[in-house]
T-cell receptor, first 113, second 116 residues
Framework: DTEVTQTPKHLVMGMTNKKSLKCEQH?????MYWYKQKAKKPPELMFV???????INESVPSRFSPECPNSSLLNLHLHALQPEDSALYLC????????????FGPGTRLTVL | AQTVTQSQPEMSVQEAETVTLSCTYD???????LFWYKQPPSRQMILVIR??????QNATENRFSVNFQKAAKSFSLKISDSQLGDAAMYFC?????????????FGQGTRLTINP
């Protein structure tokens, strides 16, 4: 299995809603990443988990709350988002050491109304 | 801080022809990794090719090859025998060689169109 899956594919939410994005991989990778990508722009790193512990937080607002419940799962909890948070959210995974290519999921297209 | 620059926002090529996408980067480190990723309209980022900075030999993957010029900090991607399925946004990316999970620094991307 060389796949990173993300659910849902599309999400529309209001500014007062609470929702979660889910990412799953079964490649035995112990590093997982959340990226945010605006239209026609490159992905921007948000968070990195290494061995289920948060290792990098790129000064992301607290309305985004990541969680890594186990080595295969990565969640991104969303609360009180703003319309400017509308974007494609990409999850990726990699080995921590060596052969460190990041494998990306298909993304969740988020629209905040 | 490391930066990656792709100076060609858009490129087009005739099917079956060869096209080269440019990428330059800035870093003070001597060891690092460079990648080319492809993002078709389906949105999924797909790794095309990778290059370790300590290797002098240019990486190749079937129709894809790179021209890595370490001194010039240049990392171009050559696509031979272009196919319609190659149409996508191409991102050049840099990663430090430091042990552990590290962020990818992306260029702004080059949109490649294949003309039939």
């Amino acid at each position: 299995d060389t796949e990173v899956t993300q659910t849902p594919k599309h999400l529309v939410m209001g500014m007062t809603n609470k929702k979660s994005l889910k990412c799953e991989q079964h490649m035995g990778h112990r590093a997982m990443y959340w990226y945010k990508q605006k239209a026609k722009k490159p992905p921007e790193l948000m968070f990195v988990y290494s061995y289920e512990k948060l290792s990098i937080n790129e000064s992301v607002p607290s309305r985004f709350s990541p969680e890594c419940p186990n080595s295969s799962l990565l969640n991104l909890h969303l609360h009180a988002l703003q319309p400017e948070d509308s974007a494609l959210y990409l999850c990726a995974s990699s080995q921590v050491f060596f052969q460190n290519e990041q494998f990306f999921g298909p993304g969740t297209r988020l629209t905040v109304l | 801080a490391q930066t990656v620059t792709q100076s060609q926002p858009e490129m087009s090529v005739q099917e079956a022809e060869t096209v080269t996408l440019s990428c330059t980067y800035d870093t003070s480190e001597s060891d690092y990794y460079l990648f080319w990723y492809k993002q078709p309209p389906s949105r999924q980022m797909i790794l095309v090719i990778r290059q370790e900075a300590y290797k002098q030999q240019n990486a190749t993957e079937n129709r894809f090859s790179v021209n890595f010029q370490k001194a010039a900090k240049s990392f171009s991607l050559k696509i031979s025998d272009s196919q319609l399925g190659d149409a996508a946004m191409y991102f050049c990316a840099y990663r430090r060689s430091k042990r552990g999970a590290q962020k990818l620094v992306f260029g702004q991307g080059t949109r490649l169109t294949i003309n039939p």
